[in-house]
């Protein structure tokens, strides 16, 4: 017996024509707490950034988000789609981001910062890649709550099995709640523990070293039980976009880890 999918309302709440989603609450979420997260983290050693920087840096992040979510989105899932029809693009309300766009958003704003600010851009994005998987949490759970990002066909022993209303009514993988425990919860874990020592704090790149090569591990693994968009499908073989765009994420993040640098 398949487990049947909850009846989420993707509105959490209703004020008059105004709908505020659950999925907007989680950027919500994610921005808001992971700026509280980085102020307490930043307060150690190296001290990468002072509060009132941080504060500062939240803005950067946010744009950072969602204008690389949503061009990541359109190139790498529907360049021709949004080719022909390019008015489409900033219609963000309708659905499409991308993390991998939305990372290389943040790290363009990151390096834009850093600079204009005259930080430490391996100190500041340590700091960084020990918070994103709290935003990665909550996103994931929004999938989970919107029904979308569905998972494969189980077996039809796996007891969590669910069947999902865009799915039809075949049993299916809970991917998003997957990915929500391993590229969100458990690399949160992972990083905060990495961060309480103070000689990898101190090895600048060490720690987004560490994040970017673990996401690549769990988003690919994950990506097994997830069902391809079925717009694209698999790209190269057996693999997915998803798991495609986590090469270049391990390579730099093994690039980061073997790099010899100086405390």
Not at 97 to 105: A, I, N, R, T
Not at 112 to 123: G, V
Not at 225 to 246: K, N, S
């Amino acid at each position: 017996m398949a487990l049947a999918f909850p009846d989420f309302d993707p509105v959490m709440v209703r004020i008059g024509p105004l709908a505020i989603r659950w999925y907007a609450m989680a950027y919500m979420a994610g921005l808001i707490g992971g700026w509280r997260y980085m102020r307490w983290l930043a307060a150690r050693p190296p001290f990468a950034l002072d509060p009132a920087q941080i504060d500062d840096y939240l803005v950067w992040v946010a744009f950072g988000v969602v204008l690389g979510g949503r061009l990541g989105y359109v190139l790498f899932y529907k360049p021709v789609s949004y080719f022909h029809d390019p008015l489409a693009i900033p219609a963000i309300w309708q659905g499409g981001m991308s993390f991998h766009g939305g990372l290389l958003g943040v790290v363009g704003a990151t390096i834009l910062f850093a600079r204009r600010r005259k930080l430490d851009l391996l100190a500041v994005g340590d700091v960084l890649c020990v918070t994103v998987p709290l935003g990665l949490l909550f996103g994931r759970l929004a999938n989970f709550v919107n029904g979308e990002l569905i998972g494969r066909p189980a077996p039809p022993d796996l007891p969590w099995a669910m069947i999902f209303p865009a799915g039809g009514p075949i049993p299916r993988h809970p991917s998003q709640l997957y990915e929500a425990g391993l590229e969100g919860l458990a690399l949160l874990i992972l990083m905060f523990l990495l961060w309480r020592s103070e000689r990898l704090r101190l090895r600048r790149g060490t720690l987004a070293g560490a994040f970017l090569l673990g996401y690549a591990v769990a988003r690919s693994f994950c990506e097994l039980f997830r069902e391809p968009d079925a717009f694209l499908g698999p790209v190269i073989g057996p693999l997915t976009m998803g798991q495609v765009l986590c090469v270049p994420l391990a390579l730099a993040g093994l690039a980061l880890l073997l790099w010899p640098r100086r405390a």
